[in-house]
């Protein structure tokens, strides 16, 4: 049982292109996240959400858009996308952040793009 | 802003002896620092918390040191394995809903 599962694995693409990557979380938890791992395994924080309301956006472009249809799903698209956004995706879950239990994050495994 | 360094990109260590990571962090204490294991092409794992009023905490051979004068804490593992080569992680609450991570150590433990 994956506490916390995103698809697809790989997502191979060509510069300008749409996509989007998916994520669940079966943990019950109320706050989820995605973070970039750049080449230099940099993680940086991106988006949180809490029951489905946004709460952080860390001055990412507008070509990425997080969507959170319910507590349990995070899903992230990209527009247009650039030779740049290719890096490691990760979404994560915690217990809810806003009552101060976000004491320790749980992550997919991951999802490598790569733009050519 | 909120910093959290850490120092060593890569460290290789003896089998048997204990390794030492060192976390280094700018501005005001955390209320509580973490600590994850990341292994190649998966997801960070967690592996341990410790508060800004803890000075210690063990897990089986693990122990984490928070030292809030020197900014800093440290990671030890003790007696290691080459299992135990992975990259190490370190993070921070940032005071405002956030957890940020440090670069990471990438632990070398040879045979």
């Known amino acids: 049982d994956t506490a916390v599962s995103q698809t697809p694995k790989y997502l191979v693409t060509q510069m300008g292109n749409d996509k989007s990557i998916k994520c669940e979380q079966n943990?019950?938890?109320?706050?989820m996240y995605w973070y970039k791992q750049d080449s230099k395994k940099f993680l940086k924080i991106m988006f949180s959400?809490?029951?489905?309301?946004?709460?952080i956006n860390e001055t990412v472009p507008n070509r990425f858009s997080p969507k959170s249809p319910d507590k349990a799903h995070l899903n992230l698209h990209i527009n247009s996308l650039e030779l740049g956004d290719s890096a490691v995706y990760f979404c994560?879950?915690?217990?809810?952040?806003?009552?101060?239990?976000?004491?320790?994050?749980?992550f997919g495994s991951g999802t490598q793009l790569s733009v050519l | 802003s909120q910093k959290i360094e850490q120092n060593s990109e890569a460290l290789n260590i003896q089998e048997g002896k204990t390794a030492t990571l060192t976390c280094n962090y700018t501005?005001?204490?955390?209320?509580?620092l973490q600590w994850y294991r990341q292994d190649p092409g998966r997801g960070p794992v967690f592996l341990l918390l410790?508060?800004?009023?803890?000075k210690e905490k063990r897990k089986e051979r693990l122990k984490v040191t928070f030292d809030t004068t020197l900014k800093q804490s440290l990671f030890h593992i003790t007696a290691s394995q080459p299992a135990d080569s992975a990259t190490y992680l370190c993070?921070?609450?940032?005071?405002?809903?956030?957890?940020?991570f440090g670069k990471g150590t990438r632990l070398h433990i040879l045979p």
């Open positions: 959400y809490n029951n489905k309301e946004l709460i």
């Open positions: 993070a921070r609450a940032s005071g405002d809903d956030k957890i940020i």
């Open positions: 501005n005001y204490s955390p209320a509580y």
């Open positions: 410790i508060r800004e009023n803890e």
């Open positions: 994560a879950s915690s217990l809810d952040i806003r009552q101060g239990r976000n004491e320790k994050l749980f």
């Open positions: 943990l019950g938890h109320d706050t």
